[in-house]
């Protein structure tokens, strides 16, 4: 029964990752449904199992503007997925999960070196793989919902601090 509702929130949090700008409701269901999957794979899952959920839950905190949060799990998948035998794939998104939280905690630098090194792991993916990165990591769906407003995981993040995210910008 875990397994199915770790799994049915998975699939759903990733779909509204996906979406390019998300509405109030669907920020706080997006962190309902990782923080749900999170909880779920950490009591029945593997290792790996709750790397991944790391990884979901920390593009979701991203999505909602909570960078202390994002930057926490998404250092936990990085550190699974960068110290433990992994797919170019599964180190590609936790760069990419990393990138965007620390857009949204206003840290240019260690945004700008993790979006690089995604953006490297991105021409190793297989065509299956490469399909599925692109939609959480284009221009159009990487959008951060973050500091009040949506910015591109390419821009610069916002100069003014952690303290930018309560301002509305």
Known sequence: MQKRIASRCNDAAWNLIEK???AASECLALVRLAGTASYHWSE????GNIA???????????RAGAAALAVDAAGRALRYFTE???????RAFAHAAMA???H?????EGHRRHYNEAQQLQSKLAPGDLKLFQAAFSKRAATVNCC???ALLTETPPSNGPDARRSGR
């Open 20 to 22: 390019p700008d998300l």
């Open 100 to 102: 965007a939280s620390l």
């Open 84 to 90: 433990t035998p992994s797919k170019d794939w599964e």
């Open 44 to 47: 029945i899952g593997t290792a």
């Open 148 to 150: 009040g407003g949506s």
């Open 52 to 62: 991944h959920a790391e990884l979901l839950l920390s593009w979701a905190l991203a």
């Open 104 to 108: 949204c905690a206003g840290d240019q």
